[in-house]
């Protein structure tokens, strides 16, 4: 299968899976999610599984030994496609609406000189579309005391895509290409993947304190990784100019990834053998790659009101070894006819490498990894007539690299929580800035009825008020077991 078929393929892919480790910029929880994705000195119990591993070990309610998600009766589960650059009204304006012609047959909008400035403008931050789903098959955490600590285990899918389209090319199509034109492709990105961890997680209270801290939590998770498929693009130095006559020079530096699981039967364009392979990847595909990833955590009570955290999240990388196929190609290309179709013909092969791509030992991918730290402030505990328990907090989350879920912009986020006094609904909002998606306004609530807690929320409140205006659909619900 070649490579531009397999974004296609992917894309759609990217709408059925994805999991628990959020990245700099990532879903997590419901929870934590509707609280702008903040999460990370107030994670509790199973929450902490990904986020911050020192929080797994709750004080607060030692009570319940046990902490279970399942898929019953809703199952941790997040969505997330948007944009960073066009809304659903400038989609439908430029590729939806259509008018009817005299002949009563639908005729597409037909773009004015300004029309193409504007649509060329909204990719002057670049064009990039992100897709993922938050699933967990399994988490469970066991809490036997304070002094020895809680474990923690969890399954849970890692499927995620990233596709940028370069501003360059939309330019071409815009205003078409004139002697002495210059178009450049350099941003083109592409990546995709699934991967599955396995994550077993320890937290303990330690007694060698600061003076600061009444308690000291710290905790580690050890990551398994099994890899499903990868594809990526890794470099992409492509220029496309008009001379002389009109004629058109590519010159392009272009090197690209994938690697399947055996279940998926995909097919290369140049091995032959790999043709009429059957698909039946299933829910337990044999892997295509693995890896290992940790997570270090600190969590710190200074007081009863006020408490501080600190997380390291998936430090390590995957390596592809099944199926891996090398995308390469570095030529000038020239055509002065673009009638003749011994220029032309097989144009896209010799771009996108298929002409030379081959199959190579294996590809190392690192993790999203990322740093955390995120501060807690129990008002009621401050102010004891306050009419419920109120908690407020706040975030700083710094990607190392930009694979999925993951962003080198710093992100800022402030949130809070209020559950009215013998109540068992709680009430949840918070504001993610930076990142990839710049701002949020989150909101969302929970059910807690002591054995069973339901929660759901959405980091893009806002956006119900605006849909027209909206750059993406997101949202997260859940629910926890506790005796």
Not at 326 to 333: A, C, E, L, P, S
Not at 456 to 479: E, I
Request: proline share 4%; hydrophobic share 40%.
């Amino acid at each position: 299968m070649k490579l531009l078929k397999l974004t296609a393929v992917i894309f759609v892919l990217s709408i059925h899976l994805f999991a628990q480790s959020a990245g700099s910029i990532g879903m997590p929880d419901a929870r934590a999610t509707a609280m702008g994705r903040t999460y990370t000195a107030s994670s509790l119990g199973v929450d902490g599984i990904g986020t911050n591993p020192a929080t797994i070990l709750n004080k607060k309610d030692l009570t319940k030994k046990w902490e279970l998600r399942t898929l019953l009766p809703a199952p941790q589960l997040g969505f997330n496609i948007g944009s960073n650059f066009i809304t659903i009204d400038e989609y439908n304006y430029f590729f939806g609406e259509k008018t009817v012609g005299a002949d009563g047959k639908d005729v597409g909008r037909y773009l004015n000189s300004d029309d193409k400035d504007r649509l060329s403008e909204l990719f002057a931050d670049g064009g990039t579309i992100q897709s993922d789903i938050n699933f967990t098959l399994l988490s469970v955490i066991y809490k036997p005391n304070d002094k020895v600590g809680a474990f923690g285990f969890a399954i849970s899918d890692v499927f995620g895509s990233n596709l940028t389209f370069p501003r360059g090319l939309i330019d071409l199509i815009m205003h078409g290409n004139t002697q002495g034109d210059e178009f450049n492709f350099d941003d083109a990105g592409l990546e995709a993947w699934w991967l599955r961890k396995y994550a077993f997680t320890y937290a303990r209270t330690v007694n060698i304190l600061p003076k600061m801290f009444e308690q000291v939590n710290l905790g580690i998770s050890f990551n398994f990784v099994s890899g499903f498929f990868y594809t990526g693009i890794e470099r992409m130095k492509s220029q496309f100019s008009t001379g002389p006559e009109n004629a058109l020079t590519i010159k392009n530096d272009f090197l690209a990834y994938s690697s399947f699981s055996n279940d998926f039967g995909v097919a290369y364009g140049f091995d032959s053998t790999s043709f009429g392979k059957k698909s039946s990847p299933g829910l337990f595909p044999s892997p295509a790659g693995g890896g290992f990833g940790v997570d270090l955590g600190f969590w710190g009570k200074i007081n009863e009101a006020w408490a501080i955290g600190f997380s390291l999240t998936d430090l390590g990388s995957v390596k592809w070894d099944q199926n891996v196929a090398q995308f390469k190609t570095d030529t000038v290309i020239v055509i002065t006819n673009l009638s003749d179709e011994n220029q032309t013909k097989d144009l896209a092969d010799k771009i996108f490498g298929q002409k030379d791509a081959e199959y190579i030992g294996s590809i190392s991918t690192s993790l999203p990894t990322a740093l955390h730290i995120g501060v807690s402030y129990q008002l009621d505990k401050a102010k004891p007539n306050f009419p419920g328990q109120l908690l407020i907090v706040a975030d700083y989350n710094q990607g190392f690299n930009n694979r999925i879920r993951n962003s080198t912009t710093p992100r800022v986020s402030i949130g809070a929580e209020w559950i009215p006094k013998n109540w068992i609904l709680a009430f949840r909002t918070g504001f993610s800035f930076g990142g990839f998606h710049k701002f949020g306004w989150a909101a969302g609530g929970s059910f807690d009825f002591g054995f069973l807690e339901l929660s759901g929320g959405t980091p893009d409140f806002h956006q119900l008020f605006m849909p027209n205006s909206a750059k993406r659909v997101s949202f997260a619900f859940d629910s926890k077991w506790k005796f």
